[in-house]
């Protein structure tokens, strides 16, 4: 069993005060990578499973490679981002064990999923070629097309795996990666503001709820600013398109092409752009967002990934008398919207392509994926547990944050980030984030949605 997950050192900026280590190590546990080609993002954790011990898989267990696959394999290579080596190092661990005489090559010194894509790329030029990668939900096109990910069952994995989540993997139709790591959004909230305003927190279900508590917030005399919206890290197109996506029209049509100058933006845009008026927005989700809210009590609410809510919640909570109850929800929809958040996180993916490589590759994949492995994953970075026998041990754990509970009912509802084609299209995202950014800075919402589509279809080709 793994004992944690490592997180890269991070960098805090000098202020006017000192930022106590508590604060730094908050930040930095904020900053580990867990989104697609972004940036890494601050936030982590997922859900639980709806089926029973053992419908529709092949082996409770999950797949095991042939004997005589097992006998002639030697060496698997596994790339991933150095944020997840000890989790690499455990799957290594686990099958070298499972196969003595099996040597498992880890491969973690790219910093970015982009970047891991692009060693992939440089590597097989030169003819060493991977077996297991780790591959951002969004790059999962990439993976299928120029760098030939196999398809893999979910047939082939454990029983206890949440199947409910598999769609995320899904390119064309066919199963390119299996989630391993998945995220998405969270209003996060000062209960004790929202009390002294008259706020039920409750109310936070939709974007409507959310701008009458700000009004309320505003006028109670608290001298606090109702909400903050992060836009760095690409936070801004996330929240346009998890808001756009709760009336039926991700930013993403199912044909691939950008959906930015539909009804359903244009009210997403409205919201971010009235949040805005209330004060200014953070430019950093973490080196600013969380400080604010988690430290200085500048915000009443602001908005997270839920990886970092843990480390969050246990920030303020060990402030003792100088910290606030917190409480958090899945982000809000649209009024008359439902719950359908943009996922952003990571997939395992089989690169290699004779058939003992694929079956030994596979049961890699399997051992990435051991409860142990997922449990330890939620409790470092509270990504949502994609293995319900990982649920059941986390149950100290979620008894210690019981804010985090609801976001483990989003599984079924979760929807793939977009993934953009095209030599232009992993700029996109920044693209539309920048416009984002004009719009809550007081830019026409429909020019720039317009401008944001045009450039979108532009790179998009």
Request: proline share 7%.
């Amino acid at each position: 069993m793994i004992t944690g997950i490592r997180t890269p050192r991070g960098r805090t900026r000098r202020g006017r005060r000192a930022v106590p280590v508590a604060v730094a190590a908050l930040l930095t546990l904020a900053a580990c990578g867990g989104g697609g080609s972004a940036p890494p993002d601050p936030a982590r954790s997922l859900g639980p499973t709806a089926r029973s011990a053992t419908t529709g898989v092949d082996d409770a267990t999950g797949s095991k490679a042939s004997s005589q696959c097992a006998a002639a394999v030697r060496t698997l290579r596994l790339y991933t981002i150095e944020n997840l080596e000890n989790v690499a190092r455990s799957g290594k661990a686990a099958m070298e064990k499972a196969h003595p005489g099996l040597t498992v090559e880890l491969v973690t010194s790219a910093t970015s999923y982009a970047g891991l894509a692009q060693q992939l790329s440089t590597d097989s030029a030169a003819g060493q070629r991977a077996d297991v990668a780790v591959a951002g939900l969004d790059l999962l096109p990439e993976f299928a097309g120029r760098l030939g990910a196999q398809e893999v069952s979910p047939r082939l994995l454990r029983a206890s795996y949440d199947q409910r989540l598999v769609g995320l993997g899904q390119i064309g139709g066919r199963q390119i990666g299996i989630p391993q790591q998945v995220s998405t959004l969270a209003l996060v909230y000062n209960l004790d503001v929202l009390e002294k305003a008259g706020v039920d927190p409750g109310s936070l279900t939709t974007t409507a709820g959310v701008l009458a508590a700000a009004e309320k917030i505003r006028t109670s005399g608290q001298d606090v600013q109702p909400i903050d919206i992060p836009t760095g890290q690409q936070f801004g197109q996330w929240v346009l398109n998890t808001l756009a996506s709760s009336k039926g029209a991700p930013i993403q049509g199912d044909d691939g092409r950008p959906r930015l100058d539909t009804p359903q933006a244009r009210e997403a845009a409205q919201f971010l752009a009235k949040a805005a008026t209330y004060g200014p927005q953070s430019t950093d989700p973490t080196n600013q967002g969380l400080l604010r809210f988690g430290y200085r009590k500048e915000t009443a609410m602001t908005v997270m990934t839920v990886e970092s809510l843990a480390g969050g919640l246990k920030f303020i909570q060990d402030q003792g008398t100088r910290g606030f109850r917190a409480g958090a929800v899945p982000f809000p929809t649209l009024p008359a919207g439902r719950q359908a958040p943009v996922a952003r996180g990571n997939a395992l993916t089989v690169l290699a392509t004779d058939r003992c490589q694929r079956e030994m590759a596979t049961e890699l994949v399997v051992a990435l994926l051991a409860p142990d492995v997922v449990a330890a994953s939620t409790e470092s970075l509270s990504y949502l547990p994609v293995d319900s026998d990982a649920l059941a041990r986390l149950a100290p754990f979620y008894r210690q944050y019981p804010q985090l509970t609801a976001f483990n009912e989003l599984a079924p509802s979760l929807v793939a980030p977009p993934s953009w084609a095209g030599a232009r299209g992993p700029e996109l995202p920044q693209a539309i984030n920048n416009q984002v950014v004009r719009i809550m800075g007081g830019a026409d919402i429909d020019q720039t949605l317009a401008a944001a589509q045009a450039e979108a279809e532009s790179f998009n080709q």
